[in-house]
């Protein structure tokens, strides 16, 4: 016998009437209508918006069960929602949603030791008290790797986040250092392999904490005289993030207890898993111990997305949120938009944005207000590309002379500057603008820059090269 989507919801209906109350069962399943069937996707439209984020919320996994029964392991659960009278139409129209199938993330619990003479151990983040303690994770279940879409901009750090995520502690990923530019998906991609850990071991301790809050958890332990219990906390975590771990910079303290967290953990088999905007070797006031244990594992940095990943970006957007444009916008956007998915992202909400509430079809034009708009209200960020032409336009050199390996001082000069303005508008590690400009080491483009500074204070004339060039690349 074939199965439709009417059948298949009824079986569903009949395995979920038994899992829960009759009053529950009325409320928020009789309403549900079967709509489409294909292949192993059931779609069921319901009566609101609210509607459906009361399912998400607290029916999710009992769906999940009841459609792979149905369908099998790849079974799949769409909705369609329907909109009375929306801006006055007269005809109802239906809104198309994906289920998440995410649950939140339930709180930790964890045995502690007690080594010390102190009957409580303090947890930073749960009022202290009793030997088992319960530390919620802090990761955010929407930031999936699902959702993270791989493109060839961060293929090594996905690919190392997935290998860490099946197998944490059991890698040469330990620690894994994830970098990049702002709005690159670093704290995307660290929250992804939590949610990922916890699904595949719930037993496992998972912990996410920004440095700046680690830093001010420390500060409070050394007020408090409980340095010693906040060091026995963190020992008691399997898989510890640390975002933005460049803020330890110049903490000299909190470095110390960091530098002795990291090792009992890494030394117990424990994964350790940092983000940052810079290389380990473009860390300024990091202490070299600490450096040189980043550096054990993998350091993986995230690029600029490129064209193909950028459509497909805002094409998962569009259909997370059930809203559907045409192909040409969608390709208007990811070509103007180019500096980081954050952006991305932002552009193509503000679109959807003004197209409702204005109650305006999307257009090609309101494509072109709105991205004209976002772009000019965000800082441009500056690409090393843009930056290595601004500088041969200027010396009237073509780029190949640039990148080349002539040593002729004019041509060497204006290779130093692309590198100096490449360090000062871009986020890019020293080796990365190296291999950009003439396949050179960061060796080369540290030198360069220190030229450059001692050139600015010594010759008027290349003072001024300076001077026009940071013009013309801030117009």
């Not at 110390?256 to 860390?283: C, E, R, W």
Request: proline share 3%.
């Amino acid at each position: 016998m074939n199965k439709t989507a009417q059948s298949v919801w009824e079986n569903c209906l009949s395995f979920i009437k038994d899992n829960i109350q009759d009053q529950a069962y009325k409320t928020w399943f009789e309403p549900i209508k079967s709509v489409e069937l294909t292949d192993n996707a059931l779609y069921i439209q319901v009566p609101s918006k609210f509607f459906y984020e009361w399912l998400e919320e607290h029916y999710v996994k009992l769906l999940k069960v009841a459609l792979t029964k149905e369908l099998g392991k790849n079974a799949k659960l769409l909705y369609k929602i329907r909109m009375e009278n929306t801006y006055g139409n007269k005809q109802p129209f239906t809104e198309q949603l994906p289920s998440a199938n995410r649950v939140p993330m339930k709180p930790q619990e964890v045995d502690a030791p007690f080594k010390n003479l102190n009957p409580e151990l303090k947890n930073p983040f749960v009022i202290p008290g009793i030997r088992n303690l319960k530390i919620e994770s802090q990761l955010n279940a929407n930031y999936s790797f699902d959702n993270f879409l791989e493109g060839d901009s961060n293929r090594l750090a996905r690919s190392a986040g997935m290998a860490v995520a099946n197998k944490p502690g059991g890698t040469s990923f330990n620690p894994l250092l994830i970098f990049g530019g702002v709005g690159l998906g670093k704290t995307h991609l660290a929250h992804a392999i939590g949610v990922e850990i916890k699904d595949k071991y719930p037993e496992k301790t998972v912990l996410y904490i920004s440095a700046e809050i680690f830093t001010q958890q420390y500060i409070d332990s050394v007020k408090k005289n409980n340095r010693n219990d906040f060091i026995h906390f963190y020992q008691l975590i399997d898989v510890l993030i640390i975002d933005d771990v460049q803020f330890l910079s110049g903490k000299s303290g909190t470095q110390d207890v960091f530098f002795h967290i990291f090792n009992y953990l890494h030394q117990n088999g424990k994964q350790v898993i940092l983000t940052s905007d810079k290389a380990p070797v473009d860390m300024q006031d990091i202490e070299q111990r600490l450096l040189s244990r980043f550096k054990w594992g993998l350091s993986a940095e995230l690029h600029q997305p490129d064209y193909e990943t950028r459509i497909s970006i805002l094409k998962n957007i569009l259909y997370r949120d059930g809203v559907e444009i045409p192909e040409e916008i969608i390709e208007y956007v990811a070509r103007n938009i180019k500096s980081n998915v954050r952006e991305l992202e932002g552009a193509i909400i503000s679109l959807i944005a003004q197209s409702s509430f204005n109650k305006k079809e999307v257009t090609l034009e309101l494509a072109k207000s709105v991205v004209e708009k976002f772009v000019k209200n965000v800082k441009r960020e500056i690409s090393i590309d843009y930056i290595q032409k601004t500088v041969s336009d200027y010396f009237q050199l073509d780029l190949e002379t640039l990148q080349s390996k002539t040593r002729k001082r004019h041509v060497v000069q204006a290779r130093q500057l692309a590198m100096f303005f490449a360090k000062k508008f871009t986020k890019a590690s020293l080796a990365n603008i190296g291999s950009q400009i003439g396949d050179r080491d960061h060796a080369t483009v540290l030198h360069a820059c220190k030229t450059v500074d001692n050139l600015v204070a010594t010759d008027k004339q290349f003072k001024k090269y300076v001077e026009d060039i940071n013009k013309k690349l801030t117009l």
